[in-house]
C-alpha cells in the first residue's frame, strides 16, 4: 500500500509541475542555458513530462461528465471497426449519451496505421469542428486521434511538416491543439502518456512518426476492465512492447550524455536519454512485467495480472516518454514495415501484419548483448528482475546473460523463432537495415554507437531467437 501511495504522490507532483517549467510556461529562457550549451557539446538537463492519469475498475463511465466539465460542443470518438462493438467503445458512448454530449465516431482506424490511414483520419477529423478528440483503443487508435488532432487544428499544414527528420520536416508545433483524452484497451504502447504518434511511411517501408509533448493527451483513463477482452496474443505482444519500453529506457544513452546541446529548453526533444526519475519508472515497470505478464497472457480472467500490466504500460509510457527508446524500436520499425505475408495470431486484419511489440522483442537478445558492454550493471539488474541468479556473473558476461533471460522468456510465451519466422531471409538485411537508418530520433540514443555492419549483424543474429 505504501508504495503505491508513494507512486501516486509522484504522479502528483508531475502532473502539478508539468506546465511550470521554462519550456512551457514561457518562449524565454535563462540566458545562462544559452552559455551552458555554447560550452559543450551534449545537454545538462532534462524535463519530466506526462499526461495526467486516472485508473480504477469500471473508470470509463466517468467520461461523459469530463465532457460536460470541459463545455465540450462536439467530441471526435475515434477507434477502430474491431472494438467499436466491444464492450470498451460501448461504455464510452454511453457516458457520452447519458450526459448529453454531442459526439461523432469515427471507427476505420487501422491496426499498424500507416500514412494513408492517418490522412484518412485526418480528412474526418477538418470536416468537422470538433472542440475534444477521444480515443478508444490501442496505441494504433490513440497515435491516429493525436495526429488527426493536429493536423486538425494546422489545416494549412502538409503532411510531412511535423514527422520526424530526416523523412520528414520536423516543424516544432507551436499551437495548442484540442484536448485529447485517451482510453487505452490494450497494455502495451503507453501512447496515452506520451506525445508520439507511430505509422507506417509506405514509401518507403518503413515506421516513423511525430513527437512533440504537444500531442499528449490531457488525459489517460486507465480502466483495467478493458484488459480483460484482449486475447492472448495480443495480450503477449502488447506486453512485449511495456517489457522493451523499460528496458531500453533504463539501459538508454544517459541525457548529460545526449548530444546536441539544445540552444532553448523548448528544443529540448521529446527523447532525453536515462534520467534519475525515468529510471525510477522503467525498473518498477520491470518488475511488474517480470511478476504478472505471463499469468496475463495465460488467463484472461487473472484480473490481478491484467489490470497489473495496465498500470505497467503506464509506468513504462512515463518512463521512455521522457528518456526514451533505442535499437530495438528503431530496428522494429522496418521489421513492421516489409512485412511480406505474415499474420499474427488472433489479429482480425485484412493484410498482412507484424504487430509492434513482437517486431520489437524479437531482436530484444540481440540488442542487449551488443548494448551491454556500455552499461552492464544496468543489463545485470534487468536480467535479476526478471529471473536470472547474477551473484556470480562478471559484468563482462552481462549481456549474454540478459540474452539468455529474454530467451528463455519469450520461449515460455510462444513467440516465434526470430525473423525468418516472420518471413525475413538474409537477402532482406540490407532493406531491413536500410529502414533503421532514418531512425535516428531513437537509434541515437543507444547506448553504444553503431554502424550499418553493426545493425546487419543484429539482424542476422536475430533471424532464429532460440
Given at each position: 500500500?505504501?508504495?503505491?501511495?508513494?507512486?501516486?504522490?509522484?504522479?502528483?507532483?508531475?502532473?502539478?509541475?508539468?506546465?511550470?517549467?521554462?519550456?512551457?510556461?514561457?518562449?524565454?529562457?535563462?540566458?545562462?542555458?544559452?552559455?551552458?550549451?555554447?560550452?559543450?557539446?551534449?545537454?545538462?538537463?532534462?524535463?519530466?513530462?506526462?499526461?495526467?492519469?486516472?485508473?480504477?475498475?469500471?473508470?470509463?463511465?466517468?467520461?461523459?461528465?469530463?465532457?460536460?466539465?470541459?463545455?465540450?460542443?462536439?467530441?471526435?470518438?475515434?477507434?477502430?471497426?474491431?472494438?467499436?462493438?466491444?464492450?470498451?467503445?460501448?461504455?464510452?458512448?454511453?457516458?457520452?449519451?447519458?450526459?448529453?454530449?454531442?459526439?461523432?465516431?469515427?471507427?476505420?482506424?487501422?491496426?499498424?496505421?500507416?500514412?494513408?490511414?492517418?490522412?484518412?483520419?485526418?480528412?474526418?477529423?477538418?470536416?468537422?469542428?470538433?472542440?475534444?478528440?477521444?480515443?478508444?483503443?490501442?496505441?494504433?487508435?490513440?497515435?491516429?486521434?493525436?495526429?488527426?488532432?493536429?493536423?486538425?487544428?494546422?489545416?494549412?499544414?502538409?503532411?510531412?511538416?511535423?514527422?520526424?527528420?530526416?523523412?520528414?520536416?520536423?516543424?516544432?508545433?507551436?499551437?495548442?491543439?484540442?484536448?485529447?483524452?485517451?482510453?487505452?484497451?490494450?497494455?502495451?504502447?503507453?501512447?496515452?502518456?506520451?506525445?508520439?504518434?507511430?505509422?507506417?511511411?509506405?514509401?518507403?517501408?518503413?515506421?516513423?512518426?511525430?513527437?512533440?509533448?504537444?500531442?499528449?493527451?490531457?488525459?489517460?483513463?486507465?480502466?483495467?476492465?478493458?484488459?480483460?477482452?484482449?486475447?492472448?496474443?495480443?495480450?503477449?505482444?502488447?506486453?512485449?512492447?511495456?517489457?522493451?519500453?523499460?528496458?531500453?529506457?533504463?539501459?538508454?544513452?544517459?541525457?548529460?550524455?545526449?548530444?546536441?546541446?539544445?540552444?532553448?529548453?523548448?528544443?529540448?526533444?521529446?527523447?532525453?536519454?536515462?534520467n534519475p526519475i525515468s529510471d525510477v519508472w522503467a525498473r518498477h515497470a520491470l518488475n511488474i512485467v517480470a511478476k504478472y505478464?505471463?499469468?496475463?497472457?495465460?488467463?484472461?480472467?487473472?484480473?490481478?495480472?491484467?489490470?497489473?500490466?495496465?498500470?505497467?504500460?503506464?509506468?513504462?509510457?512515463?518512463?521512455?516518454?521522457?528518456?526514451?527508446?533505442?535499437?530495438?524500436?528503431?530496428?522494429?520499425?522496418?521489421?513492421?514495415?516489409?512485412?511480406?505475408?505474415?499474420?499474427?495470431?488472433?489479429?482480425?486484419?485484412?493484410?498482412?501484419?507484424?504487430?509492434?511489440?513482437?517486431?520489437?522483442?524479437?531482436?530484444?537478445?540481440?540488442?542487449?548483448?551488443?548494448?551491454?558492454?556500455?552499461?552492464?550493471?544496468?543489463?545485470?539488474?534487468?536480467?535479476?528482475?526478471?529471473?536470472?541468479?547474477?551473484?556470480?556473473?562478471?559484468?563482462?558476461?552481462?549481456?549474454?546473460?540478459?540474452?539468455?533471460?529474454?530467451?528463455?522468456?519469450?520461449?515460455?510465451?510462444?513467440?516465434?523463432?526470430?525473423?525468418?519466422?516472420?518471413?525475413?531471409?538474409?537477402?532482406?538485411?540490407?532493406?531491413?537495415?536500410?529502414?533503421?537508418?532514418?531512425?535516428?530520433?531513437?537509434?541515437?540514443?543507444?547506448?553504444?554507437?553503431?554502424?550499418?555492419?553493426?545493425?546487419?549483424?543484429?539482424?542476422?543474429?536475430?533471424?532464429?531467437?532460440?
Amino acid at each position: 500500500m505504501a508504495g503505491r501511495d508513494r507512486v501516486a504522490h509522484l504522479m502528483r507532483q508531475l502532473a502539478s509541475a508539468a506546465c511550470r517549467c521554462p519550456a512551457h510556461s514561457s518562449q524565454h529562457y535563462h540566458q545562462g542555458a544559452a552559455a551552458a550549451c555554447t560550452a559543450r557539446t551534449t545537454d545538462y538537463a532534462f524535463e519530466m513530462a506526462s499526461s495526467n492519469i486516472r485508473y480504477g475498475e469500471g473508470v470509463t463511465q466517468e467520461i461523459g461528465m469530463d465532457m460536460v466539465s470541459m463545455g465540450a460542443k462536439k467530441v471526435c470518438v475515434m477507434t477502430d471497426k474491431n472494438l467499436s462493438v466491444l464492450p470498451p467503445v460501448k461504455a464510452v458512448l454511453e457516458s457520452l449519451t447519458r450526459n448529453g454530449v454531442n459526439y461523432l465516431c469515427y471507427d476505420n482506424v487501422r491496426v499498424e496505421p500507416t500514412d494513408t490511414s492517418f490522412k484518412e483520419a485526418i480528412a474526418f477529423a477538418k470536416k468537422e469542428e470538433f472542440d475534444v478528440f477521444v480515443a478508444v483503443g490501442g496505441g494504433s487508435v490513440i497515435d491516429t486521434c493525436k495526429a488527426a488532432n493536429l493536423y486538425a487544428c494546422n489545416p494549412d499544414a502538409d503532411f510531412l511538416d511535423f514527422v520526424n527528420a530526416p523523412i520528414g520536416k520536423g516543424k516544432p508545433i507551436i499551437g495548442a491543439l484540442k484536448p485529447l483524452i485517451a482510453v487505452p484497451t490494450t497494455a502495451g504502447t503507453g501512447s496515452e502518456t506520451t506525445g508520439v504518434a507511430i505509422f507506417d511511411y509506405e514509401p518507403l517501408k518503413a515506421k516513423t512518426g511525430i513527437a512533440s509533448r504537444a500531442l499528449r493527451p490531457v488525459l489517460g483513463i486507465v480502466d483495467p476492465l478493458h484488459t480483460l477482452h484482449m486475447p492472448s496474443r495480443v495480450t503477449a505482444n502488447s506486453g512485449f512492447d511495456v517489457l522493451c519500453h523499460a528496458l531500453e529506457s533504463y539501459t538508454a544513452l544517459p541525457y548529460n550524455e545526449r548530444s546536441p546541446c539544445p540552444p532553448s529548453p523548448v528544443l529540448r526533444p521529446a527523447y532525453q536519454g536515462s534520467n534519475p526519475i525515468s529510471d525510477v519508472w522503467a525498473r518498477h515497470a520491470l518488475n511488474i512485467v517480470a511478476k504478472y505478464m505471463k499469468r496475463a497472457v495465460r488467463d484472461a480472467g487473472d484480473i490481478k495480472a491484467r489490470s497489473s500490466m495496465h498500470l505497467a504500460s503506464v509506468f513504462a509510457g512515463i518512463g521512455f516518454g521522457n528518456a526514451g527508446v533505442h535499437l530495438c524500436h528503431g530496428m522494429s520499425y522496418p521489421i513492421a514495415g516489409n512485412v511480406k505475408t505474415y499474420k499474427a495470431k488472433e489479429y482480425n486484419v485484412d493484410h498482412p501484419v507484424v504487430p509492434h511489440g513482437l517486431s520489437v522483442v524479437v531482436t530484444s537478445p540481440a540488442v542487449f548483448s551488443f548494448t551491454a558492454s556500455m552499461c552492464p550493471e544496468r543489463h545485470l539488474e534487468a536480467a535479476e528482475i526478471l529471473g536470472a541468479d547474477v551473484s556470480n556473473v562478471k559484468r563482462a558476461d552481462a549481456g549474454l546473460v540478459l540474452a539468455d533471460t529474454l530467451r528463455s522468456f519469450l520461449y515460455d510465451l510462444q513467440v516465434d523463432d526470430g525473423l525468418s519466422a516472420l518471413g525475413y531471409g538474409t537477402n532482406d538485411i540490407p532493406a531491413l537495415v536500410k529502414g533503421t537508418l532514418p531512425q535516428e530520433r531513437v537509434t541515437k540514443l543507444s547506448p553504444r554507437a553503431h554502424t550499418e555492419e553493426d545493425l546487419a549483424e543484429l539482424f542476422t543474429a536475430s533471424m532464429k531467437i532460440y
